[in-house]
């Protein structure tokens, strides 16, 4: 298979969308890491961390959220992705019945997980845990300072107008093999270019709900934050774990790293430090 998958499934969510699940699976999983890809993006881009978690008997399955996989990225509404994850907790739920599951989100899939386990998963007790890497909770793209506003009014009137922005393709990772993965994946049309006006307010919005919120996040969490972003706001990222409890959090700071903790070039360091956090939790 393309990403090295184990086999596919399909997700058929509440409202007949039928989105694809990517998964890496060892013969007997000890847990399995439950991820939401980021935004443009696709369940195949956890390849790489689902490699390395298989070969440590920990399965990965991911899902490719609703809007992408298309010309333009384009989302109705945000509470779509958290009402689509629900979903597919109830689908790794019946698949892993009996090993503890952890959520992973990376960038906007952060962002996504952040509002599940407040919003849908307060109290779930199959989640163990929470890995995030990069969460958007905020905006580091450089982009003029007028276009917040304007892609806040947009989302309503034009919301599959595009948004124009730079290319961020080469600010994701300093592994040249894996920027050429992503080139050929935008080539193919499986890795978005395009994000909607509505898409971008969507994002907005649900930004400001967690910065507003973050105060009733209790879960265990392990966060990974790349001190080069020039997609999601390291500091903003900071100043939020660092307000929660500390004995739930563990906090790794890569301070040279682009975007994509887990594709760049220092990840086994970073997978490592998830494994070992992992097995804290979960014991032997």
Avoid: C
Wanted: hydrophobic letters at 40%; aromatic letters at 12%.
């Amino acid at each position: 298979m393309r990403f090295s998958e184990t086999k596919l499934d399909v997700l058929k969510t509440g409202d007949g969308q039928e989105l694809d699940i990517h998964i890496w699976e060892p013969e007997a999983p000890k847990a399995v890491l439950m991820a939401i890809h980021g935004g443009l993006a696709h369940a195949g881009d956890y390849v790489t961390p689902a490699l390395y978690f298989k070969e440590r008997d920990i399965a990965t399955v991911s899902y490719d959220l609703r809007g992408h996989k298309q010309e333009k990225t384009f989302i109705s509404g945000f509470d779509q992705y958290l009402e689509d994850t629900a979903d597919f907790l109830e689908w790794t739920k019946k698949a892993y019945k009996d090993i503890p599951i952890f959520v992973v989100g990376h960038s906007m899939g952060g962002l996504i997980a952040t509002h599940f386990g407040i919003r849908y998963a307060d109290n779930d007790s199959r989640i163990k845990g929470y890995l995030l890497s990069s969460p958007y909770y905020g905006n580091a793209i450089k982009v003029p300072p007028i276009m917040i506003p304007l892609i806040k009014l947009f989302g309503f009137v034009i919301p599959k107008a595009v948004i124009p922005g730079p290319d961020l393709t080469e600010l994701l990772t300093h592994d040249e093999v894996i920027t050429k993965r992503h080139r050929q994946d935008e080539e193919d049309g499986i890795r978005g270019t395009k994000p909607t006006m509505r898409f971008g307010s969507e994002l907005l919005k649900a930004q400001k709900w967690v910065k507003e919120n973050f105060s009733q996040w209790h879960h265990p969490t392990f966060a990974v934050i790349a001190g080069a972003d020039q997609v999601a706001a390291s500091a903003e990222a900071e100043e939020l774990f660092k307000s929660m409890d500390s004995s739930l959090l563990t906090y790794v700071l890569h301070k040279d790293n682009f975007h994509e903790n887990f594709n760049e070039v220092n990840r086994n360091e970073t997978f490592d430090q998830m494994y070992a956090w992992i097995w804290s939790i979960i014991g032997e």
